[in-house]
């Protein structure tokens, strides 16, 4: 006997699809299958299966060897080297619910550590930008409903994020739009040829590196100015006929992923897309979203927002909160020597930090709390397994839109282990007892 | 004028985060005084004096004060931030944020300094002997008010994002810059005399920008007018004017649009 | 629980009409009880200090995704602007749009207890209550945004009120809501177009309704449910010249409906920040007061009661459901500019904006708040709000109430206006000597507004029975005083009790206290045709799933105050 738990909402990427249904053995301890889910998402729900999972802390020796820790252990090991530091790095806190996030930041406060999420090599600079321009937006349902003109600037969500076109962008029939894809028009601004720009109405093969100029030739060109014959590899001719056909849209929608928040310019490429959009709304209606990788790293930004104003890159050092990105940002910390301990949850830097980052990492006392085996765990001396957030244990996810939905648990994590939540409570409670407070 | 005189004797392990070198905090403080201000490392509060030598006794007011900072500084964050008046001058490299927030005053620098120096300055002036990292006189984070006055000079070359968000005042490089120079800049005037990359004048409403050697790549919405002969930071020559960002909002005054300008030299 | 027993205070409270005499007041249990009730009670000396029931605040942007938008995008508004924790106190940032932690605090210091986050998009109301719960000290609740509702629009346009009764109480429980929030009607959705509904009779496009019908139906709805408190509304057309017809056309829709339900408060409508409201004149350059024709209104319709939204002169941040508003701003301002709809329901704008004294329109909206709250008959039906952050934050308050207590500080503020003659020429508050005492200022911040919110079984005074938050303020009403006294006494208040816990001692945070969040949840007779739309829409329009929509308790609301309401009749 099995049964089947609907509604439930996939861990994986900012897309936060809440329509899977999961299989699971009677007594709710074994996972069986995963339906509506994309290939990735699947794998993910599958992946807390695996027989030879971790199930206990584990502490680096000398030799380099793994020797079993309790939690007990871990939690004191991970009070201990936050408070014996003067500036520790908390790093990570996208692949967690915002309840541990909440915990997360009160450590924070307590032991000056500097805040940061996955946003500092991902979607940071879009961040910057919106706080130079704001950021004229929507949820992914006001797409569906109304959207006509669909711009993917940069991202690849056939791969990256695969149910976002089939569910929110493309192809659904909203409330106007009954004709679904065939009443919208794609553009795709990608260097490459990749398989969301093959099914493009119209692909514009920019040339790399350039998109803050060809973004602002849009500008020129909504506003009937003169333009070089080329720019960024595209002719004049071409964005002529792409700035008429977004400003002749109802209802246009921009997305923008790596592609452009992290080549050259970064922020200011992102500034220039959303005066992109700012102008459009002087003749239709527009908007724009960045595709948000890890599932909840929108959360955490928002939980770190209300609590102490920034969404990332958090230097608490002080007993207040500062933010100046390129300072208190951790790959700038760690390439300079700023900080004297790592903490990483939810994340793995030890796979998206430059080599130099990840080597200081592993000069420092570190722990990081992490279900899987990761590059991060090889580099950290203290290693910290829990319990799947949105598998095993639910919480609160934004998804890229901003919406907050509530994972749900569909399993039981291996016997006695801990979730990230209950984990940096017995840290916090440590933290606490060894400060006096 | 009193001379105040910090010799770094002790480097931070991490950053040292020293505010209080600024000829406001140090205004009307004798020696023993000045070695108690606090300096931070991190969430630890020191005492400037576990890190630096001082000598000397600060004058009445920041006007009669001038402090000399000695050795190497490239750990020290902060060095001549909000200063309203004096003098700092600092023989050896300084970390981020000198003269920030700055509002009067001379701070010289002879060595290079890191990012952030003259966020969202005011006024006074700064010289760098050396180099300067990125954020060279922009604004800081989500603020439209960048630099409004004040003039930097840099000897050597500057970072990335120079005069962003620029308002007012002058900023002087003297080598090459990389990219985005005055992007979102409302006035001010910056000047280079090496070489730029790209992204000159993006998102630009009004101000000028002076280049007298090479361009990358030109802004699409920057649109040649005309030659004009110019003197400009005493180099005489013909300029090619551009003017942009044709993108970008811009003001009318007496019925005429106001652009950013961009000028190129042609010869000297 | 530790007795405290307050005495020897001039009291004001409306609610036992006790003007400023000298009087002792008791708690036990974290309620208000007689002085002979307590046997052993902590004593605090309020000898020469004023003392008066926790602050209650009808509309504030304090909670949810436009306020968070508003810290996340303007770091500047945090630069230098921030205070360490200290014991029980936890770190603080940010003016006007501050941290949930320090928005709990600055509210505790000015001796308020109980404050209303007066526009949450259902979609955002995990959001919400997030930051509810993470705001210390303060009990709190939320009004989810209804009049620009897909389902009300389509109910509403064929006059469905029980279907829309029935869809409202569904949704307060989903989203843990208090009240009937609505924000430019019909608006917002032509917004989600670029497009506006400027006028009550402005039809919403493709939806065949006015935003007259939407406003009369949705008081209808509320009255029919006989929640606590009103329907309660931000009208069309905010901000414009010549707006205050649009005002008093919405007024209008209200004429002739009585309140029902058990919760004693005499309005069917409460009109929000009546400042932004009430421009006479055609365009920037002649833009007038026309708040005497607003009061007139007014104060002969016991039916309706407003709140100020007072400009304060700051540089703040404007955050609103009203999204052609803050693009007509972004526009005017050029300054940066965030925008979100969500998808069946609403929209939201932020944009900095900075009210400088020396401009005239600034100036003259700083004098119609004040004309409006000076010209009130009744100032239990007037409130003082900043509807903060957008004309200024809450932590003026103090400031407004110096202004409204005492004429000279207001013509200090006038001799300081740029533009002082022009701004006389187009206002009445040159020629008002009214000064509000402090028993009106507890009618307009705590009895009235606690009274209108369907609260004053709980808050706004000091009776026996009530919850026993009370304020001692340092402040001798009987001696003399120059105006800043008065600002500086209200924005430090020297102690605070919320429900019988000691907040704040000797003007220091001594506990984060054990806030509630106050919700609605209203029982209407079953309606299959109803749950049947509600099933369809989210089947077809959302991007959510039906069972993932409702907001779940424990972590979200984990200290609930519900008031049931039995519409089942």
Redesign the interface.
């Known amino acids: 006997m099995t049964k089947t738990i609907?509604?439930v909402?996939c861990p994986f990427c900012g897309t936060l699809c809440?329509?899977l249904e999961v299989v699971v053995s009677k007594d709710g301890k074994k996972l069986l299958e995963v339906y509506n889910a994309c290939a990735i998402g699947a794998e993910k729900f599958l992946h807390s299966q695996a027989e030879d999972r971790l199930t206990r802390p584990r502490m680096r020796q000398e030799d380099g060897s793994w020797k079993e820790i309790s939690y007990d252990e871990a939690i004191e090991y991970t009070a201990k080297i936050l408070t014996d530091?003067?500036?520790p790095l908390m790093y990570g806190w996208s692949s967690t619910n915002?309840?541990a996030q909440?915990v997360g930041s009160e450590i924070g406060?307590y032991?000056?550590a500097v805040m940061d999420n996955t946003a500092t090599v991902c979607h940071g600079t879009s961040?910057?930008a919106?706080?130079?321009?704001?950021?004229?937006?929507?949820?992914?349902?006001?797409v569906?409903?109304?959207a006509d003109r669909i711009v993917f600037w940069g991202c690849n969500p056939a791969h990256a994020h695969p149910r976002h076109m089939s569910?929110?962008s493309i192809y659904p029939r909203?409330?106007?739009t009954g004709k679904g894809h065939t009443g919208r028009k794609m553009v795709v601004v990608d260097p490459r040829v990749t398989d969301t720009a093959r099914i493009a109405d119209v692909h514009l093969q920019i040339e790399q590196g350039?998109d803050?100029?060809l973004l602002?030739?849009?500008?020129?060109a909504?506003?009937g100015?003169?333009?070089?014959d080329v720019?960024a590899g595209i002719p004049k001719e071409k964005i002529i006929e792409v700035a008429d056909t977004l400003k002749s849209g109802?209802?246009v929608i921009i997305f923008f992923g790596m592609g452009v928040t992290q080549s050259?310019?970064k922020n200011?490429n992102i500034?220039?897309a959303i005066?992109v959009t700012?102008?459009l709304?002087e003749y239709?209606?527009a908007?724009i979203m960045p595709m948000r990788g890890h599932y909840n790293v929108t959360g955490s930004?928002?939980?770190w927002?209300?609590?102490?104003?920034?969404?990332f890159a958090v230097d608490?050092?002080?007993?207040?909160?500062?933010?100046?990105?390129?300072?208190t940002t951790s790959n700038d910390l760690l390439r300079?020597?700023?900080?004297?301990a790592v903490f990483v949850l939810g994340s793995d830097p030890g796979a998206h930090f430059p080599f130099s980052s990840v080597k200081k990492i592993y000069d420092l006392p570190s722990v990081a709390v992490e279900p899987h085996e990761t590059p991060t765990t090889e580099v950290c001396k203290v290693h910290v397994p829990v319990a799947f957030v949105g598998v095993e244990v639910g919480?609160?996810a934004?998804r890229m839109d901003?919406?907050?939905?509530?994972t749900r648990k569909v399993v039981d994590a291996p016997e006695g282990m801990m979730t990230d939540e209950e984990f940096l409570t017995r840290v916090l409670a440590r933290v606490k007892e060894i400060k006096g407070i | 004028m009193n001379t105040v005189t910090l010799t770094i004797k002790n480097q931070p392990g991490l950053f040292l985060e020293a505010d209080s070198i600024s000829p406001d905090t140090l205004a009307g403080k004798k020696t023993d005084e000045i070695t108690s201000l606090p300096v931070y490392i991190g969430r630890e509060e020191h005492r400037l004096g576990d890190f630096f030598e001082v000598s000397g006794n600060a004058g009445a007011t920041a006007a009669d004060t001038k402090i000399i900072v000695k050795g190497d500084l490239s750990r020290v964050k902060y060095i001549g931030m909000k200063m309203t008046a004096g003098e700092v001058v600092v023989n050896g490299n300084a970390d981020m944020y000198v003269g920030a927030w700055m509002a009067g005053g001379r701070i010289t620098v002879n060595g290079n300094v890191d990012a952030f120096a003259g966020t969202g300055m005011r006024g006074g002036e700064i010289i760098i002997n050396g180099n300067a990292g990125n954020y060279l006189g922009s604004a800081y984070r989500g603020d439209w008010r960048g630099m409004s006055g004040g003039k930097i000079t840099v000897k050597g070359d500057a970072g990335s994002d120079l005069g962003t968000f620029m308002n007012g005042g002058e900023i002087i490089v003297g080598g090459n810059v990389d990219v985005h120079v005055a992007t979102h800049a409302e006035g001010g005037k910056i000047i280079i005399k090496g070489n730029a990359k790209s992204r000159l004048g993006g998102q630009m409403v009004e101000g000028e920008i002076y280049v007298f050697g090479d361009i990358d790549v030109m802004m699409p919405g920057f649109a040649y007018r005309e030659d004009v002969e110019l003197e400009v930071d005493g180099t005489k020559g013909l300029f090619a004017l551009y003017e942009g960002d044709l993108g970008e909002r811009h003001r009318k005054r007496k019925g005429q649009m106001i652009y950013g300008k961009l000028y190129q030299l042609i010869r000297p | 629980m530790t007795e405290y027993l307050i005495k020897n205070g001039f009291v004001f409270d409306p609610v036992l009409g006790i003007r400023g005499d000298v009087a002792d007041v008791a708690m036990k249990d974290g309620k208000i009880v007689e002085t002979n009730a307590v046997k052993n009670p902590k004593v605090i000396d309020a000898t020469g200090r004023t003392v008066m029931a926790g602050g209650v605040d009808i509309h504030a942007h304090v909670a949810g995704p436009k306020v968070n938008i508003g810290r996340n995008f303007r770091p500047e508004d945090k630069l230098f602007n921030t205070r360490p924790g200290r014991g029980v106190e936890r770190m603080q940032g940010g003016f006007s749009v501050p941290t949930t932690i320090r928005t709990g605090y600055n509210y505790a210091r000015m001796g308020y207890t109980t404050v209303m986050e007066a526009a949450m998009p259902p979609l955002y109301a995990r959001h919400t209550h997030e930051e509810m719960r993470d705001t210390p000290i303060i009990d709190q609740g939320a009004f989810p945004v209804f009049g620009n509702n897909w389902f009300v629009l389509e109910y509403l346009k064929n006059n469905e009120i029980e279907n829309a009764a029935a869809y409202i109480a569904w949704l307060l429980r989903a989203t843990k809501g208090y009240a009937i929030k609505v924000v430019n009607p019909g608006g917002t959705e032509a917004w989600g177009w670029g497009l506006n509904c400027e006028n009550v009779h402005d039809p919403v496009p493709y939806f065949d309704i006015t935003p007259a019908q939407i406003v009369k139906g949705l008081i209808e709805a509320n009255e029919y449910l006989g929640l606590p408190h009103s329907m309660h509304i931000h009208a069309n057309n905010l901000g414009n010249p010549g707006n205050y017809t649009t005002t008093l056309d919405t007024f209008k829709i209200s004429e002739g409906i009585k309140p029902k339900g058990r919760f004693g408060r005499d309005q069917v409508m409460h009109h929000t920040h009546v400042q932004f409201h009430s421009y006479g004149g055609d365009s920037w350059g002649n833009m007038e007061s026309r708040a005497d024709s607003i009061m007139d209104y007014v104060n002969s319709h016991d039916n309706i009661t407003i709140d100020m939204g007072q400009v304060t002169l700051d540089e703040t941040t404007t955050m609103t459901a009203d999204g052609p508003f803050e693009h007509h701003l972004t526009e005017l301002n050029h300054l940066k500019w965030a925008n979100s709809d969500v998808e069946l329901e609403t929209a939201a704008g932020v944009v900095p904006y900075l009210y400088s004294p020396n401009i005239k329109v600034c100036a003259i909206q700083w004098c119609i708040g004040l004309e409006l709250a000076l010209l009130a008959k009744d100032p239990m039906r007037v409130f003082i709000t900043t509807d903060h952050p957008n004309a200024g934050p809450f932590i003026r308050y103090p400031r407004v109430i110096k202004w409204l207590m005492c004429q000279e500080a207001r013509e200090q503020q006038l001799d300081a206006f740029k533009h002082k003659d022009k701004v006389i020429d187009a206002t009445h508050i040159a020629g008002i000597d009214r000064e509000l005492d402090l028993y009106e200022i507890a009618q307009m911040t705590r009895a009235g507004s606690a009274k209108a919110l369907g609260l004053s079984d709980i808050y706004g005074g000091l009776a026996p029975g009530l919850m026993a938050d009370v304020a001692v303020f340092d402040f001798n009403p009987n001696e003399p005083y120059v105006p800043d006294d008065i600002e500086n006494a209200f924005s430090n208040a020297e102690h605070l009790f919320k429900a019988g816990v000691h907040v704040i001692n000797n003007h220091e945070i001594a506990s984060n206290g054990n806030k509630r969040t106050l919700w609605v949840d209203a029982k209407v007779n079953e309606n299959p045709q109803v749950m049947r739309d509600v099933k369809e829409k989210f089947l077809r329009y959302y991007t959510v799933t039906l069972n993932n929509y409702e907001v779940s308790g424990h972590h979200y609301v984990p200290n609930p105050y519900v008031i049931e309401v039995d519409a089942t009749q």
């Open positions: 609907t509604d909402i809440d329509d530091a003067k500036k915002c309840e909440g406060e032991v000056g961040l910057i919106v706080q130079d321009i704001g950021i004229p937006s929507c949820t992914l349902g006001e569906k409903n109304r569910r929110y909203g409330f106007f350039r803050y100029e602002d030739a849009l500008r020129v909504f506003k100015e003169q333009l070089p720019v109802r209802f050259l310019g200011h500034d220039a005066a700012r102008d709304n239709t209606k908007a930004g928002q939980v927002g209300w609590q102490f104003g920034f969404p608490l050092s002080r007993g207040f909160a500062r933010y100046n990105p390129g300072e300079r020597g700023e900080v004297d919480g609160c934004y901003n919406v907050p939905i509530e």
